[in-house]
């Protein structure tokens, strides 16, 4: 495997551009090829089976760009997807659950976490298993929140409509005194000033995304797989549909690192 070939970022849409960024702050040096699922977002509402279809071709579509590791940055597609990719793909793959959980059961006192997610990740179940795993007393409970990836995308981060909506998806959550809080999904991460104003300092966020990057940083330097040449196409950017709009709204997160966006057909992979 060349170690100067790039990390494959995949998600079903834009969200997962705050893990690119997290990557990008932390390594650098490391050239990126991401995928956003444009045509067929949202995976949040989908099926197990979907899901692991959808994920399959993108990743067949990642190999084509001969990239060295796959980070799946959509907590859905991680959710339902990571463990049947990993059976069938010979290099690294890693998802965003194990190292936001990893982090909530690091960081919790009492041991009562909260989760919000998309309703695929919090029925899933994935974040209080894992979490469990590293903790096993820990009591973690579970919110699905579908309205705050539209309200990202429709660019509201800081707007009342926004902090109305999540002080009564969050309210369960404050009646169970969680400690903890983890951002279970791409785009929470954009509305944090929103969650940490309405659940108040003396609640840890936990960004999976960032715990990602420290994650994979880890993995390559172990593998001896970091990049030691970097190409002069270092960011490259594909979506399964509206490829210009993605870029619009790309360059909200990653300002310096998008220009152009592809688009190509997904169902051929
Ligand atoms: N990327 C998804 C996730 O993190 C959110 C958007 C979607 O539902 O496709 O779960």
């Given at each position: 495997m060349d170690r100067n070939s790039p990390i494959g970022v995949f998600d079903s849409g834009i969200g997962g551009l705050t893990v690119a960024r997290e990557i990008i702050r932390q390594l650098p040096d490391e050239p990126l090829v991401y995928f956003g699922d444009t045509a067929r977002l949202p995976y949040g509402s989908k099926s197990k089976e979907t899901i692991i279809r959808?994920?399959?071709?993108?990743i067949h579509f990642l190999r084509t760009q001969d990239v060295k590791a796959i980070v799946i940055a959509c907590n859905t597609a991680s959710a339902y997807a990571l463990e049947e990719i990993e059976k069938?793909?010979?290099i690294p793959v890693i998802g965003v659950v194990r190292a936001g959980a990893h982090?909530?059961?690091?960081?919790?006192?009492?041991g009562k976490i909260g989760v919000i997610g998309t309703a695929g990740t919090i029925k899933s179940g994935i974040y209080g298993d894992t979490i469990r795993k590293y903790r096993p007393d820990a009591q973690v409970?579970?919110?699905a929140c579908p309205l705050f990836v539209p309200l990202v995308e429709e660019g509201l981060w800081h707007d009342s409509v926004t902090e109305e909506i999540a002080s009564r998806y969050v309210s369960e959550l404050k009646g169970k005194f969680i400690d903890t809080l983890v951002m279970g999904c791409t785009h929470y991460p954009l509305i944090r000033s929103t969650l940490r104003?309405?659940?108040?300092?003396?609640?840890t966020?936990?960004?999976p995304a960032y715990e990602t990057a420290v994650e994979l940083k880890g993995m390559l330097m172990e593998q001896?797989?970091?990049?030691?040449?970097?190409?002069e196409e270092k960011y490259q950017f594909f979506v399964s549909d509206q490829a210009e709009e993605f870029t619009n709204f790309a360059v909200s997160i990653l300002p310096e690192q998008v220009r152009e966006t592809k688009k190509i057909d997904i169902e051929e992979f």
């Open positions: 959808y994920a399959k071709q993108v069938e793909t010979d982090m909530a059961a690091e960081m919790s006192r009492s409970f579970g919110k104003k309405i659940m108040g300092d003396g609640v966020l936990v960004n001896g797989l970091t990049c030691t040449r970097i190409p």
